[in-house]
């Protein structure tokens, strides 16, 4: 087994929630001096006093909770888990952006991240000095840089701009000259953050190439996505975050079955706060072109509910705003299964009254999409979404709903010759007896 | 196993009190460089004037001076030329504020960056304070080309050996800027109000010290407070050095000298348990 190295040892992290201090140094002072003299603190909450409770003892909240895991040199290690789940804190741990409540972490060679591309670059100063001042910030000497100056030119194809101020650089320069930078560090351990990420779907692509690469060369990735397909083609290995505890550590497919049957089976509707916070793709930050709002799943009355039976039909209505016209928008719906393999793709053009109604005029819409009783077999099955604008811009929401189908009739047969698949639609079956007609 | 190799890095949860690792503040020098340069670049791009921007603040605040408390309020200014006597001092003083005032906001304007990414922080106050030293040498040219007119037009003036101590009186005042500053940056990720206190305390440390008035006026009985700042033996030794006037002590300046390491280093401890956490109270 090759060397371990990172080592993290019960590490915790607390957050206080709420209003840190008293806000000014006058209270903090006062209330010091009086729990110096032992008298009562003047700015204490009255029901504080009242409930018994401490000051410090209340509106705490532990991001994560006695971790520790190891990780060895070469892996590619998936950290997974829900928005919240604490794999952001850890991150920022590992990066030492900040520093845990308890515990150690032991690293042996140089981290850096993707989450820091473009950290530090003023619009001002031209390409090369930004080039050498960004390298510096990630950890780079100046002749490390000098002898990959030419190789991070070429890569980000901006040979001609070099010298010009990068405020006059277009997005897309500015990006590739950023990501250039990051991709020549050459660290030891390489830390990716999809949810951090912000940037075009080949940005993306460019980063989790970017990580295989470096895993073959030995080194080690530690790897943050929410995308399942993406965490099982890279990782040997993962661990499952839940509410800052670590509930799984050890095999790639186990972790992310685990992870995808965890309780959203209830959700049957998904609000524009929830859909703008987990959204990627390529998204315009500023000038927003469409967005979801609102997606429901019922049946076919309208009732909003998370299991169906196979025989019933399944209603998604999906409220989107268009912001401009949009002559090209297209709806996309991926199901999956509990392992987070594709199963099935719909999109609306496959429908040919949804071409008719093209181009979009500025507006909120609501498109639904009806599914077929007879399709699904017994299971757990997950939906993801995509609302596309042309090449513009594609929000895609990677954790939609998780809902169970009960097939029915149940088909009264022997477990152990059949084995369960999520697509199981209602074929036609004849028998006829041929042997009467041989007679 | 080998795997009790050593480690490149261990992130604990808590650390002592005094804990900056200037090794590896060195390490990273090569950043400090390209921050002066970030910074000085940024300020002078797209400006017509560029550097003159730091000559006719200091030039129009001596002027104003030497009309109000020479000319209205006669404060005496030991028998020098008053412009020349107001200049020393607001050059002078103008490099310890800007160190100061620049530096203490550090944590709050770098949040972004230092969000993002780790490398020792105490590498943006430093940069910060020597990026202030370019300004100052403007000021400072300016100053010459004046003080060589009353040089050369026999104003009683009479430059001495203690010219020697200014690089020194320099090095004092990046130190005594860079230690309030970050003092007080780090006060600010938790007292948000400190940054106005600021504000005004700078205005009443000024006049606390001997600058539109020399150290000979004031009353013997406040001798001793006046010398409690570090900026009174400062600034009178750099008039004293140029002018040959004023009445500088030896006690002062070792006073002065133990407050600024004291200050420093208040500044140093305090910087250096805020900078592991204040990611999350910011």
């Known amino acids: ?439 | 196993m080998k795997e009790e190799t050593e480690w490149t890095m261990e992130i604990h949860s808590r650390s002592g009190w005094f804990n900056i690792d200037l090794a590896e503040l060195w390490r990273y020098r090569d950043l400090i460089v390209l921050f002066v340069r970030r910074e000085f670049v940024a300020v002078y791009k797209q400006t017509i004037l560029g550097p003159a921007w730091f000559l006719l603040p200091p030039l129009f605040t001596a002027i104003v001076f030497a009309i109000i408390f020479g000319s209205i309020a006669r404060i005496p200014t030991d028998g020098q030329p008053p412009v020349l006597f107001y200049l020393a001092g607001i050059i002078a003083w103008t490099y310890f504020s800007n160190c100061m005032t620049a530096t203490s906001n550090t944590f709050i304007a770098n949040s972004g960056i230092f969000g993002k990414v780790y490398f020792p922080r105490l590498v943006i106050p430093v940069s910060i304070v020597i990026v202030n030293i370019f300004s100052f040498l403007i000021q400072f040219g300016l100053f010459l080309i004046i003080y060589l007119y009353y040089l050369i037009s026999g104003a009683p003036i009479s430059p001495n050996i203690w010219l020697c101590l200014v690089p020194f009186l320099l090095i004092q005042m990046a130190a005594l800027g860079l230690g309030m500053g970050i003092l007080v940056s780090s006060l600010t990720t938790r007292y948000r109000d400190l940054t106005f206190a600021l504000g005004c305390g700078i205005q009443l440390w000024m006049y606390a010290t001997p600058i539109v008035y020399p150290l000979s006026q004031v009353p013997h009985q406040w001798i001793w407070l006046i010398s409690l700042n570090p900026m009174t033996a400062v600034v009178e030794s750099f008039r004293f050095a140029f002018l040959g006037s004023g009445m500088i002590q030896s006690w002062q300046i070792v006073l002065s000298l133990i407050i600024t390491a004291f200050i420093l280093f208040l500044g140093i401890l305090f910087f250096s348990k805020v900078e592991r956490s204040f990611m999350d109270t910011v």
């Open chain 1, 1 to 439: 087994m090759s060397e371990i190295v990172i080592k993290v040892e019960n590490i915790s992290k607390l957050y206080r929630l709420g209003i840190i201090s008293h806000n000014t140094l006058y209270q903090d002072i006062q209330s010091k001096w009086a729990r110096i003299r032992g008298a009562e603190d003047p700015n204490t909450q009255i029901d504080q006093l009242n409930s018994g409770l401490k000051n410090n003892e209340c509106e705490c909240f532990w991001a994560l909770k006695n971790i520790s895991f190891d990780v060895r040199k070469g892996e590619i290690l998936g950290i997974i888990g829900r928005n919240g789940a604490g794999k952001s804190t850890l991150l920022k741990i590992l990066s030492r952006v900040t520093a845990p409540t308890e515990g150690k972490i032991k690293i042996k060679g140089r981290i850096a991240s993707l989450l820091e591309v473009g950290t530090g670059f003023h619009p001002e100063l031209t390409g090369r000095e930004n080039v050498f001042l960004n390298g510096a910030i990630l950890g780079m000497t100046k002749q490390e840089i000098n002898e990959k100056f030419d190789d991070i030119v070429a890569f980000a194809e901006v040979e001609k701009f070099i010298d010009t101020p990068v405020k006059r650089y277009s997005s897309g320069m500015y990006v590739r000259l950023a990501f250039a930078v990051a991709a020549h560090l050459e660290p030891e351990i390489l830390i990716v953050d999809e949810v951090l990420a912000v940037g075009d779907a080949r940005f993306q692509k460019k980063c989790i190439g970017k990580m295989g690469e470096v895993a073959g060369e030995g080194r080690t990735v530690l790897f943050v996505s929410h995308n399942m397909n993406a965490v099982k083609n890279l990782c040997g290995k993962v661990i499952l975050l839940e509410a800052g505890n670590l509930v799984y550590e050890g095999d790639t497919h186990k972790g992310i079955a685990q992870y995808v049957n965890e309780d959203r089976i209830e959700t049957t509707t998904l609000d524009e706060e929830y859909l703008n916070s987990i959204m990627t793709g390529l998204i315009l930050e500023r000038n927003p072109t469409i967005r979801f709002q609102q997606i429901t799943i019922s049946d076919m009355n309208g009732n909003e509910r998370a299991t169906f039976r196979s025989d019933e039909e399944i209603k998604i209505t999906m409220r989107y705003r268009c912001y401009t016209k949009v002559t090209n928008l297209r709806l996309l719906i991926t199901v999956l299964d509990s392992e987070g393999n594709r199963i099935m793709n719909t999109l609306n053009y496959d429908d040919e009254s949804e071409l008719v109604s093209m181009p979009r005029e500025p507006g909120t819409y609501e498109t639904i999409c009806r599914f077929q009783k007879n399709i699904f077999g017994e299971g757990h099955i997950f939906f993801t979404f995509g609302l596309i604008n042309g090449d513009l811009e594609h929000v895609t929401i990677q954790k939609g709903f998780h809902i169970k189908i009960s097939f029915y009739p149940y088909s009264s047969c022997n477990e152990k010759l059949f084995e369960f698949v999520n697509i199981r639609p209602l074929m036609s079956w004849r028998t006829k007896n041929s042997l009467r007609e041989i007679v």
